[in-house]
């Protein structure tokens, strides 16, 4: 290997994560509109980049992309996308498709609505299979439904240095498709992997207190950190409806909640799967502009009370039969193959206190209620946890438990600057 070449592997953070990396050519699109955005996407080769000028345009149907590629606008509120699309399945502004091994990359831009359009996938829709996704430096505004999908057969990378503002519903939404959730909760996972959806580095700000900033079921794996979230929360979903989330790490975030919320919220609200939660600085402004409570772990189907029943129980949120003896089915501290793997929370406070996962038992009269499903040093871990800085790594004393967290910031944000390359002009 030439020392060039050695060079090149270093600056990017390991040869063996990345797909080998390609300059390719620079590809202007005459404007922002989606005609010549999609005319020059359609000419780029793998390793090209697509470099939208400033503007606003409005866009009525989805950019497709296969490619690995990057789609670069001329940066936040200088390249704006207006969606118009008709909000039906899949059709977003932007509509990511991309495979192993591909390289795909979105930045650099505002993205906004006409404030009619509803669409539940967001305006940014990552399908596909490949795990070297970068969404970074994009403002997602005043949307009237979500922002940001991650679903698909399990695509994975990093969201960094995006700005979440005035978001109607949740502003990210991890959800493999129906297809792979059974197969994503057999397959081994660990935590600190590479094998999740990273959310860091981001701002999430409300004006008003709505809906989460992230959210997952299906099988979902994500990690959320270093991020600041003002009148917004984090949750996952568990087995109320379809498979729960398996792995959530959510660390290193500062979460404030400074007006009225439409309903309690929690700030951290975990229904499924293995996880960590540590290191969260949880605020509010009291009074009726406060969290029902900081940290809460739950599961809907433990208590009959939650199933759903069409006659008898509409509004019911399980959508499965009653569990009724330990454990239960894809609940906070299980994982692949339903084994145990208990969450583990530390170093969190609320208003500058220590603060400990609260078990919300809905059911506490019936014969098998949460409190029998959930229970602590068994599915779930409050402290005892020491921080070893020589090899950056988590133990838990008791359990005899370790964590390492995966690298920050996320390999793919440290991609070398492409080098000047030739320039193709798409009409």
Known sequence: MSGLLKLLCVLMAGCSFFTPYAFGATIN?????????????????????????????????????????TIQGAGIDNTTIVDATTGTTNDVPFYINVSKPLKFRLTGFTITDTGTTTSYDGVVKVV????????????????NYRGLCFEGNASYGVVDHCEFRNITSGAIFVRPATSVQN????????LGGADAVYVEDCLFNNAAARYCAIDG???????????TLVNTWVLNHGYEGERSTIRFECYNN????????LYSPIAINYRGGTGVVFNNTITDAGGTAAFWKPLVIMDYCSCSSNLYDSVTNPSGVCRH????????????????????????????????????????????????????????????????????????????????????????????????PLPPTSLKIIN
């Open 254 to 261: 500062t979460i404030a909640l400074n007006v009225v919320p």
């Open 217 to 227: 079921e299906y099988g979902a794996k994500y990690v959320f950190r270093y991020n």
């Open 321 to 416: 039969s009653k569990c009724t003896s330990y454990p239960c089915p894809d609940a906070v501290g299980r994982t692949y193959s339903q084994l145990a793997a208990p969450l583990y929370q530390w170093n969190n406070t609320y208003k500058g206190a220590s603060v400990s996962t609260y078990v919300h038992d809905t059911c506490p009269t019936e014969t098998f209620s949460v409190d029998d499903a959930l229970q602590i040093n068994r599915d779930f871990y409050n402290g005892g946890v020491t921080y070893n800085s020589a090899t950056a790594t988590y133990t838990h004393a008791s359990s005899g438990w370790t964590y390492k967290p995966y690298t920050h910031p996320h390999p793919l944000t440290l991609d070398i």
């Open 128 to 143: 596909g299979n490949s795990d070297q996704i970068r969404i970074d430096h994009i403002k997602f505004y005043d949307l």
């Open 183 to 190: 197969t994503l909760w057999e397959t081994p996972t660990s």
């Open 29 to 69: 699109a005459s404007s922002c509109s989606l005609a010549d955005v999609q005319a020059a996407t359609n000419a780029a080769s793998t390793g090209d980049i697509v470099e939208v000028p400033a503007g606003i345009c409005t866009w009525t149907s989805k950019l497709n992309i296969t490619k690995g590629i």
